[in-house]
């Protein structure tokens, strides 16, 4: 079963753009955690923020996160051709510490 | 600094027969995790080990499917017999200490494909 639901669940952009994803979430968290997977691949971490942490950079992206409306934001700034892939979020679920990946989306740059 | 290792990359099998999955972890990571993938979905966790111990199990079918990791390093899923709805892919991944410090370092996965 999978607790997170990402949107929208297809993104297609051009390069040079912001891209900007969303993620809820149904239960308390310890942390929540955005993977990035190219196709065919296995999933590379990008970022973690903490359930007491609201907002966290790392680059070009942006994380955002507000636990009283279980849900987070992924901000790609100035997207590149490269940045074209699935984006997930996963949680780490409070109590009991189950890990949870998202439905995902897909993002596509237009070069 | 070698990345988690799957093999095989690919297998094709006719539903009933056996399959196994190996996967060799990033070194010194104690924590290794097993998931299922399905095309256009999130990988959903099937097992979890903390060292040689399964610390989460509950997603893992455990009529037909069975882990180990002897030794707290290699581990191996196998499913027997397999059926048509086991096509997906099955993906290892690795980290320090267990998902709450962070980082999950995955494998290239194994593509299953029943016939």
């Known amino acids: 079963s999978q607790q997170g639901e990402e949107d929208p669940q297809a993104l297609s952009i051009q390069e040079g753009e912001n891209a900007t994803m969303n993620c809820s979430y149904k239960?308390?968290?310890?942390?929540l955690q955005w993977y990035r997977q190219n196709s065919g691949r296995g999933l590379v971490h990008l970022i973690l923020?903490?359930?007491?942490?609201r907002e966290k950079h790392s680059g070009r992206l942006r994380v955002t996160l507000d636990t009283s409306k279980k849900s987070s934001s992924l901000l790609i700034t100035a997207s590149r051709a490269a940045d074209t892939a699935s984006y997930f979020c996963a949680t780490d679920a409070a109590p009991g510490n189950q890990f949870y990946f998202g439905t995902g989306t897909s993002l596509t740059v237009i070069p | 600094e070698a990345g988690v290792v799957q093999s095989p990359r690919y297998k094709i099998i006719e539903k009933k027969q056996p399959v196994a999955f190996w996967c060799n972890p990033i070194?010194?990571?104690?924590?290794l995790y097993w998931y299922l993938q399905n095309l256009g979905q999130g990988p959903e966790l099937l097992i979890r080990y903390e060292n040689e111990e399964a610390v989460d199990d509950s997603q893992l079918p455990k009529d037909r499917f069975s882990a180990e990791r002897l030794k707290g390093v290699d581990s191996t899923l196998k499913i027997q017999p397999a059926e048509l709805g086991d096509s997906a892919v099955y993906l290892c991944a690795s980290s320090i200490g267990g998902h709450r410090g962070g980082t999950q370092y995955f494998g290239p996965g194994t593509r299953l494909l029943v016939l």
């Open positions: 239960t308390s968290i310890n942390n």
């Open positions: 923020i903490r359930s007491n942490e």
């Open positions: 070194s010194g990571h104690n924590t």
